[in-house]
C-alpha cells in the first residue's frame, strides 16, 4: 500500500540547472507535506514543508509546489549543486496525524 | 544549533537478545517518535510519544517493542526479543508543539540513527 510514491528512483542533473523532484500521493486526507534530504549514514534532514491550504513554499534554492487536485507535489532546487546529491524523500501527514508517512526516495546527483 | 543525537552508531545482537535504542531529543521538544529504515527500503513509521504515553503507532510496532520517556532528556526504544528482521536503521524524531491551537507535530527533526544488526 502505497500512499506515498515518488516514481523516479534517480534522478542526474547538471550542476547550476534546475533539478525537480516529483511526489505523488493517494491518501486524501494528507494536508501537510515535507521534504527531507538523507546522506548515506546519516538521519533525514528537513528541508522544506507546506501545507494544503498553500499550493507553493520558497527557501531560497528549494520550492515546493502542491497540486491537490492532482495529488502532487514537486520540489524544485535552482542552481543545483553537487552539494545537493543525497537521497530525497517526500513524506505526508493527515490532520492532526503526527506519523509521517514516507515516499521511497529518489537518489538525485548533480554532476559537476 | 540544537540536534536529536542517538546512541549507539551502531549496535550488533543475536537473535532473541533484547536491545535498548536511546536517543536524546532536542531540550524544548516535546512531540517524539522512532521510525525504522530497512536496508533498500522506505523509512516507515513506528510510533509517536507525547505527554508520557504512546500517541499514535503502526503495525510494526507490536509487543516485541516499547517506548520510554526515563528521565526529562532521554526518549529510548526497547526491542525485547530481537528477530533478523529487525536489522534496520533506526530514526529517533523530535517535533515541538506548534503554535497554540495549530498542528501538532509539524516538522520533525531527526538524530543520525543507529544501525543495529540482528544476527
Known amino acids: 500500500d502505497q500512499q506515498v510514491k515518488q516514481n523516479s528512483p534517480s534522478l542526474s542533473v547538471q550542476e547550476g540547472r534546475i533539478s525537480i523532484l516529483n511526489c505523488d500521493y493517494t491518501n486524501s486526507m494528507f494536508d501537510y507535506f515535507l521534504w527531507y534530504k538523507k546522506y548515506p549514514a546519516e538521519g533525514p534532514t528537513f528541508l522544506i514543508s507546506?501545507?494544503?491550504?498553500?499550493d507553493k513554499n520558497e527557501d531560497g534554492r528549494f520550492t515546493v509546489f502542491l497540486n491537490k487536485s492532482a495529488k502532487h507535489l514537486s520540489l524544485h532546487i535552482v542552481p543545483s549543486q553537487p552539494g545537493d546529491s543525497a537521497v530525497y524523500f517526500c513524506?505526508?501527514?493527515?490532520?492532526?496525524?503526527?506519523?509521517?508517512?514516507f515516499g521511497p526516495g529518489t537518489r538525485l546527483s548533480v554532476l559537476p | 544549533e540544537p540536534e536529536v543525537t542517538q546512541t549507539p552508531s551502531h549496535q550488533v545482537t543475536q537473535m532473541g537478545q533484547e536491545v535498548i535504542l536511546r536517543c536524546v531529543p532536542i531540550s524544548n521538544h516535546l512531540y517524539f517518535y522512532w521510525y525504522r529504515q530497512i536496508l533498500g527500503q522506505k523509512v516507515e513509521f513506528l510510533v509517536s510519544?507525547?505527554?508520557?504515553?504512546?500517541?499514535?503507532k503502526s503495525e510494526i510496532f507490536d509487543d516485541q517493542f516499547s517506548v520510554e520517556r526515563p528521565d526529562g532528556s532521554n526518549f529510548t526504544l526497547k526491542i525485547r526479543s530481537t528477530k533478523l528482521e529487525d536489522s534496520a536503521m533506526y530514526f529517533c524524531?523530535?517535533?515541538?508543539?506548534?503554535?497554540?491551537?495549530?498542528?501538532?507535530?509539524?516538522?520533525?527533526?531527526f538524530g543520525p540513527g543507529t544501525r543495529l544488526l540482528v544476527l
Open positions: 510519544f507525547y505527554n508520557n504515553e504512546i500517541s499514535e
Open positions: 524524531a523530535s517535533s515541538d508543539p506548534g503554535l497554540a491551537g495549530g498542528r501538532t507535530g509539524e516538522t520533525q527533526y
Open positions: 507546506i501545507s494544503s491550504i498553500k
Open positions: 513524506a505526508a501527514s493527515a490532520h492532526h496525524g503526527q506519523n509521517f508517512v
